[in-house]
């Protein structure tokens, strides 16, 4: 009997797929011989697409499991009247935006930060007096700087990551709230700023 283009088709996407030469042979009616022999002479490639597979059914699982805790959160907040639950979504929209906005704000402090460890530099702003020809001062000139990060700076970067690693979850080593690790988030970007030199 003829083996249609099809059938040997999903016989190799089955193959790829990671199943057995029996299953393979029972979902296609090729004796496994056959198919062990074509697997070979076309060099077809055993598991190639098996972590997709996987990859699919893990998002299919979470997806249930969304599924269930939605349909528990319907019945807890049945609950609750028409006006009771406008509150709720109130308050909900706006802790969400929050928790955006600060997870935005730690994500450009990183990158900013790698940034200027990548330069390994940070602009200074320096002060110049400029004197008349009495040597009596009449101004200031202002110019921006590019000077090396002292082991300080470094120091400082690396604390910001570190806590910059809590607040978005990667790091849960702390137990510290979200709001103590943005009042330091804050601090530290504030060390970080423009530093002033002042030179005669």
Do not use: C
């Amino acid at each position: 009997m003829a083996i249609s283009p099809e059938l040997w088709k999903k016989a190799k996407f089955l193959f790829e797929l990671g199943k057995p030469l029996n299953f393979i042979a029972e979902e296609t009616g090729i004796t496994k011989g056959s198919i062990s022999k074509k697997s070979k002479s076309e060099q077809w490639e055993k598991g190639k697409t098996k972590p997709l597979k996987d990859d699919i059914l893990g998002f299919e699982q979470e997806n249930s499991t969304l599924v269930e805790k939605k349909e528990t959160l319907v019945e807890k907040v049945a609950q609750f009247d028409d006006f009771e639950i406008t509150i709720l979504n109130d308050v909900v929209e706006n802790e969400a935006k929050t928790k955006s906005i600060l997870f935005s704000n730690v994500n450009l402090g990183l990158i900013r930060s790698n940034q200027a460890l990548t330069k390994n530099s940070k602009t200074v702003i320096v002060k110049t007096k400029s004197y008349n020809a009495d040597g009596v001062p009449n101004g200031e000139n202002i110019e921006l700087v590019e000077v090396p990060l002292e082991t300080s700076d470094i120091k400082g970067h690396i604390e910001l990551n570190d806590k910059a690693s809590i607040t978005t979850n990667i790091n849960q080593r702390h137990s510290n709230n979200l709001t103590q690790i943005n009042n330091q988030n804050q601090q530290t970007q504030s060390q970080q700023g423009f530093i002033i030199k002042v030179e005669d």
